[in-house]
């Protein structure tokens, strides 16, 4: 049973770029989080994606974009890209309100 | 404003003794709390949680203890073993709804050293 798979695994772009990251939750999950990682610390909640509908969002401005497909898959867009945006982004999938499964991450470098 | 934190950054034990990490939080509406365990170059993978109703829950090695009143947690791992070694996070959940969700707010982590 595949978990939360994350594409792609490792990132380097440059600053003023856009990126996106990609992630197909677990089987049967309907609901996918994605949280910024930076070095050192937690994980910060960015925003939540339930029915193809963005549900709740973290303090991040709105460089930081999102998407929900039909199937559940999401993306996180990221424009304008600053050097402080380098940092491990984790997608999460859930179903049951608390049964979150992180994906492995895709580590952003921004030179 | 940290409303989740982890005072100690690394914890070093030894094989076969207890490992105690603490948590403190400071947001009164969180009611669920978790610990997750983190290897490098993996995600964060579920430890154990504990509903702010209970003040202790067990599995296994694990057992997490819940003060509201001085808004502390912590969680116990007896004994440690070499695969223990990893970093440890706390995390905590206001309470949800299918409208709202459940956003996690992590710790900064304590980095758990078990030496054989």
């Known amino acids: 049973d595949a978990g939360v798979t994350q594409s792609p695994t490792h990132l380097i772009k440059t600053r003023g770029q856009q990126v996106t990251l990609r992630c197909s939750p677990k089987s049967g999950h309907d609901t996918v989080s994605w949280y910024q990682q930076a070095l050192g610390q937690g994980p910060q909640f960015i925003f939540q994606y339930y029915e193809e509908e963005e549900r709740q969002r973290g303090n991040f401005p709105d460089r930081f974009s999102g998407h929900q497909f039909p199937n559940y898959s999401s993306e996180l867009n990221v424009n304008a890209l600053l050097l402080g945006d380098s940092a491990l982004y984790l997608c999460a999938s859930s179903l049951a309100a608390y049964g979150y499964t992180f994906g492995s991450g895709t580590r952003l470098t921004v030179v | 404003d940290q409303q989740v934190k982890q005072n100690s950054p690394s914890l070093s034990v030894q094989e076969g003794r207890i490992s105690i990490l603490n948590c403190d939080y400071t947001?009164?509406?969180?009611?669920?709390f978790l610990w997750y365990k983190k290897y490098p170059a993996e995600g964060p993978t579920f430890l154990i949680s504990i509903s702010s109703i209970k003040d202790k829950n067990e599995d296994g090695r694990f057992t997490v203890f819940l003060n509201k009143s001085a808004k502390h947690l912590s969680l116990h791992i007896v004994p440690s073993q070499p695969g223990d070694s990893a970093v440890y996070f706390c995390a905590a959940s206001e309470r949800i709804s299918k409208a709202a969700g459940n956003k996690l707010t992590f710790g900064g982590g304590t980095r758990v050293l078990v030496k054989p």
């Open positions: 947001n009164s509406m969180f009611d669920y």
